[in-house]
């Protein structure tokens, strides 16, 4: 009988997988439209879970962070929908959003303002 994957393994495995497909970005890019994104939902399901929860885009947020991606929006902002479109780069990337005025780190949206 095959062994169950915890949800832990899960949300392991999402990280992984994002993690390829930033390294497979290796050009650096630094525009949205060509990092590596994926639906907030998607994500949600992936690590093994029907709905969203701020604990669980907490812990998903906290594993990319470990892993060295940075999100643009962060997972945990809650104007996200599970139709948000959630970017990835490498931590120390910055990601040019060209609908923000200016450049924007990958976590923090108003950087320039700061």
Same mark, same amino acid.
């Given at each position: 009988m095959p062994r169950v994957v915890t949800r832990e393994e899960r949300i392991q495995r999402l990280v992984a997988k994002t993690r390829k497909r930033?390294? /497979?970005n290796s050009d650096g890019s630094r525009s949205l439209s060509q990092a590596p994104d994926s639906l907030l939902g998607t994500l949600v399901r992936e690590a093994g *879970?029907? #709905?969203s929860s701020t604990k669980l885009l907490e812990t998903l947020e906290q594993s990319f962070l470990d892993a060295d =991606? /940075? $999100? *643009?929006p962060e997972i945990t902002d809650p104007g996200n929908s599970a139709k $948000? #479109? =959630?970017h990835f780069s490498t931590g120390t990337s910055e990601i040019r959003d !060209? #609908? &923000?005025r200016g450049? !924007? &780190?990958?976590k923090r949206r108003n950087s320039r303002d700061s």
């Open positions: 930033v390294d /497979a *879970y029907e #709905r =991606i /940075a $999100t *643009y $948000t #479109r =959630i !060209c #609908r &923000s450049t !924007c &780190s990958p």
